[in-house]
């Protein structure tokens, strides 16, 4: 099993419409959780974190955190085709060093005009 | 310029040969990290430091070495590269902090093929 687990897509979803994208985790002691966003030739570019249970909303994105379950997704409301991109889900798991992330494989969204 | 920049951003080897990555951050993180990407894997942590002169293994660290006798820089060699080390290679780095939730600040990468 896979530390950290993401559908790999693509997701498509139309322009306006709500993206959902999800992220499992291995290790219950885990402690921060965030999400890039990685357009195609660039590198990696964090967009949210969050710590606790529940939502953290930023603008049109939305993340959240379910520790009993051990998800953690990302809602993008409003969906634009600049939000076209592989979206990588990172985990600082307990077990690691202080300061290891360990990332999922990414989700590729399509937003469609 | 401020920022995490890599070098070269393309690169072409032979098998065989030794080649160098090079990492410069200009803020003083104590955390620099060296990933490589290759698809169906995602992001795999090669090497890590958490100061100068202090780093340790990831995930995929054979066949690589690294250093770090500056803060600002973590290069990334190649000893004798092979085709399976064809890839594209981040580097990251992180502040120092009493609190676990900062994520990395990533560099443009390097892609780099072994031919």
């Known amino acids: 099993q896979k530390e950290v687990e993401q559908n790999s897509g693509p997701l498509s979803v139309p322009e306006g419409a709500i993206a959902s994208l999800n992220c499992t985790y291995s290790d219950r002691g885990s402690q921060s959780f965030f999400w890039y966003r990685q357009y195609s030739g660039k590198s990696p570019e964090l967009i949210m974190s969050?710590?606790?249970?529940g939502d953290k909303e930023d603008g049109r994105f939305t993340a959240q955190l379910n520790k009993a379950s051990q998800y953690v997704s990302l809602l993008i409301r409003d969906s634009q085709p600049s939000d076209s991109a592989t979206y990588l889900c990172a985990v600082k798991l307990q077990a690691g060093s202080a300061r290891q992330l360990t990332f999922g494989s990414g989700t590729q969204l399509t937003v469609l005009p | 310029d401020a920022g995490i920049t890599q070098s070269p951003r393309y690169k072409i080897t032979e098998t065989g040969r030794q080649v160098t990555l090079m990492c410069h951050q200009t803020w003083s993180h104590s955390y620099m990290f060296w990933y490589r990407q290759d698809l169906g894997h995602g992001l795999r942590l090669i090497y890590y430091s958490a100061a100068a002169d202090i780093t340790d293994k990831g995930e995929v660290p054979d066949g690589y070495v690294v250093s770090r006798s500056k803060t600002e820089n973590f290069p990334l060699t190649l000893e004798s590269a092979t085709r399976s080390q064809t890839s594209v290679y981040f580097c990251?780095?992180?502040?120092?902090?009493?609190?676990?939730?900062?994520?990395?600040?990533f560099g443009s990468g390097t892609r780099l093929t072994v031919v």
């Open positions: 990251a780095s992180s502040v120092e902090a009493g609190r676990s939730n900062y994520g990395y600040t």
């Open positions: 969050i710590y606790s249970n």
